[in-house]
């Protein structure tokens, strides 16, 4: 059985599904803008999956991590567009 | 810097735990060498056949499961194999010093001969809009599947070539998905074209055929020789995309929560590359692959690399290259007697040879030709890593830069966290393309360490402010 865990996206409070990627969770909660490019500021979100490209880097716990290969753990703090 | 003596050595280092990695792995812990298995995913499997995470429950069963399992279950028999999960390799040093992360902490090993088996990443080719929230990589579409069990949309498109368009499509629809659209960048005619390879294997042809019949009972469209022409945010949740037939040039609009795109997978050679081994260029393999011996020996002595980082030829290929590779390495420490390695050998190499007129077939339903990346706007951003556009590239090439590295100097084109793992192909074809030369004679991006970016803290390891010589400053 999936457990429900409560995680904080950008001080607010969300439900989410334990062991999930980070990226996908983000995704169905419609957080698809993770983080601005460095020089155009396009959009971007998570791309490979696989921790390749780089694209889905955002602030996990106060440390700089890669949304697409971090799981969902209880009290996890994410923050967005910096 | 040499080996302190408090290091462990040993005397296999392998990189990656998919099926190459496994299968050198466990057929080496069978001898009594020690073997040290490193894979940045927290279960074995590789991506091809990746595992659920372990809390969440599997809603769709697939036969890579089955696989997995058996996989990890075989690899924790063996003492003398030390399975190092959830680390990823960021350098490798001449001397095969192993340097490793997780989340919060560094590892080093040193061993006497090295594996790589890390696999492949996506080639996805540039379109207006791909650098889009929502638009991701199909490989990337079939590893949610698969390991995450559930949609990141309903209304999902999948575009690109290869068979990975069917293979998304049935795991997709196994999980309820409501598929928009199949855009594949081939005709029909050349998948019937093909038919004659995929005979070599006819499991998996099979496997395609069913995942066909299910897309065509379904209704699914499938709009075949074209490709997408733009993808769109339209609103919170919705994705408008154009699809281009490649000759009418025809446009189709669509719409979608989701779009993967994909046009087949790209050989890693981050590593080779780092300890300056020799690269050939192939295009039906994936590109740049390091130069091997038939035993996947590189041009470096006693570094190996196996699986899809030697050349695309898929999963069970991959298995019999770790094999070969352990093979070599066991014969050469006189573990394997001369006429078992010889017999052995045969099996294996024939293994090989019969899978290579079926991988043959698939790099030609895969590959994109190359006036594709005509198609692309010169306003549109090629390395998303530091913004670079086709424009940037078209401009330093006429410019004189005839070589990757030059471009990546005088633009910062690859040059930012990915190492150009995501650019650096369409790169060398636009240099190619303006300066009309061949895409091979651009060359490649040097390998540089950290191959993945690692934080400050955890590169430093365990060397401390007092390990620091201080000078005394100079009199005044």
């Known amino acids: 059985m999936n457990k429900n865990v409560k995680i904080i996206i950008n001080n607010e409070v969300y439900e989410a599904t334990e062991g999930r990627s980070v990226a996908l969770e983000l ?4 957080f698809h803008h993770l983080r601005n490019s460095p020089k155009l500021k396009q959009k971007r979100g998570f791309f490979c999956m696989i921790g390749s490209c780089q694209e889905c880097l955002i602030t996990i716990d106060d440390k700089k991590m890669l949304a697409c290969t971090t799981k969902i753990k209880e009290g996890m703090k994410i923050e967005l567009y910096e | 810097m040499n080996n302190p003596g408090k290091i462990k050595e040993f005397d296999v280092a392998i990189i990656g735990a998919g099926p190459s990695g ?9 001898s009594n060498l020690t073997i040290l298995l490193i894979d940045s995913n927290e279960q074995v499997g590789g991506q091809i056949y990746k595992a659920t995470p372990k809390e969440i429950a599997k809603k769709i ?42 989340n919060d902490t560094t590892k080093t090993w040193y061993a006497k001969k090295i594996i790589v088996a890390n696999g492949t990443h996506e080639r996805v080719i540039p379109f207006k809009g791909w650098t889009e929230p929502g638009v991701i990589g199909l490989a990337a579409s079939t590893i949610i599947f698969k ?30 998905a409501e598929i928009i659209g ?4 081939k005709s029909k005619i050349e998948w019937i074209k093909i038919l004659p390879n995929l005979f070599y294997n006819k499991k998996l042809m099979l496997d395609g055929f069913l995942w066909l019949t299910k897309i065509i009972l379904k ?46 997978l790209i050989p890693q050679i981050d590593f080779s590359k780092l300890l300056n081994a020799k690269h050939i260029y192939n295009q039906d393999l994936g590109g740049w692959i390091p130069e091997l011996t038939p035993y996947y ?30 093979l070599k390495i066991l014969f050469d420490l006189n573990k394997v007697g001369g006429e078992d390695f010889e017999k052995q050998t045969k099996t294996y190499f024939n293994q090989i040879n019969q899978y290579k007129v079926f991988a043959k077939g698939i790099a030609t339903i895969s590959n994109p030709p190359s006036d594709l990346y005509e198609l692309i706007d010169p306003s549109e951003v090629i ?53 009309k030369i061949q895409t091979e004679d651009t060359g490649y991006l040097t390998g540089r360490a950290p191959v993945r970016p690692v934080p400050l803290h955890l590169a430093v390891g365990e060397y401390d402010y007092d390990k620091i010589t201080k000078i005394e400053a100079a009199p005044l």
Request: aromatic letters at 8%.
């Open chain 2, 147 to 176: 390991s995450q069990q559930i949609l990141p949309g309903k209304k999902i498109i999948l575009a690109g070539s290869g068979p990975l368009l069917l293979a998304s499509a049935n795991y997709a629809l196994k999980l309820g």
């Open chain 2, 61 to 102: 069963l697939i036969k890579e499961h089955d696989i997995q399992l058996n996989f990890q279950n075989e690899i924790f028999k063996y003492k003398n194999l030390n399975y190092q999960p959830n680390f990823t390799v960021w350098q490798i040093s001449e001397n095969f010093r192993i340097d490793a992360f997780n």
């Open chain 1, 27 to 30: 995704f169905s909660k419609n």
């Open chain 2, 219 to 264: 209704k699914i469209p499938i709009y075949s020789s074209s490709i997408i022409q733009s993808a769109n945010r339209i609103n919170s949740d919705t994705l408008e995309i154009q699809v281009s037939h490649l000759t009418s040039k025809k446009i189709t609009n669509l719409q979608s929560n989701i779009l993967c795109v994909g046009y087949g």
């Open chain 2, 383 to 435: 390395c998303r890593c530091e913004d670079v556009t086709k424009k940037e590239i078209i401009d330093a090439t006429n410019l004189g830069a005839k070589n990757i590295n030059q471009l990546k100097s005088w633009t910062r084109c690859g040059m930012g966290p990915c190492q150009g793992r995501t650019c650096g192909e369409t790169a060398s074809h636009i240099m190619a393309r303006t300066a």
């Open chain 2, 297 to 326: 020996e590189t041009s470096i002595k006693d570094f190996y690399q196996v699986g899809d980082a030697s050349g695309i030829m898929g999963a069970i290929p991959a298995y019999t290259k770790g094999n070969i590779a352990a």
């Open chain 2, 22 to 30: 496994v299968a050198a792995a466990i057929k080496l812990a069978k």
């Open chain 2, 182 to 185: 199949i855009i594949d960048l």
